[in-house]
């Protein structure tokens, strides 16, 4: 199956939203979800939003170096925040680079998802 996505892309100083045709066949299981999920990569664009969950804010505390009573005295002055809730954010997406296919662009997308501890949530559309 091939999809036409629109893609944000630099030439010569300027910005281009250009259709490629995605081979979606040839992506992981991963940036396939990616792709299928979007019609452009624009991130002012509603269709290019892909919501991903990611580490707890304790875990992200933690890998700061601060202790449990650290994060629970923290928590208790300065905010009040589900400290055990995965955080949720929408993907900002980037230039397609002028060497790198559709498909190579998606999968470094889903690669960079993956090792950010992230997972890509279905669409809500």
Known sequence: MIKTI????????????????????QLSPDACQLAMQ??????DDDMSIIRVSGQTWRELLKRE???????????R???RVQLDQ??????DWDLKRQTETPEE?????ARMIKDAGGI???SRR
């Not at 170096?65 to 928590?75: A, P, Q, Y």
């Not at 662009?105 to 997308?109: G, I, L, M, N, V």
Request: charged residues 20%.
């Open 6 to 25: 629109y893609f944000v892309t630099r030439t010569a100083n300027r910005l281009y939203l250009r259709n490629y045709p995605v081979k979606m066949e």
């Open 38 to 43: 979007v019609t452009t990569t624009e991130n």
């Open 65 to 75: 170096g601060l202790t449990d009573k650290m994060i629970e005295d923290w928590n």
């Open 77 to 79: 002055l300065f905010t």
């Open 86 to 91: 995965p955080l949720v954010f929408v993907w």
């Open 105 to 109: 662009y998606f999968e470094r997308h």
């Open 120 to 122: 890509v949530l279905p």
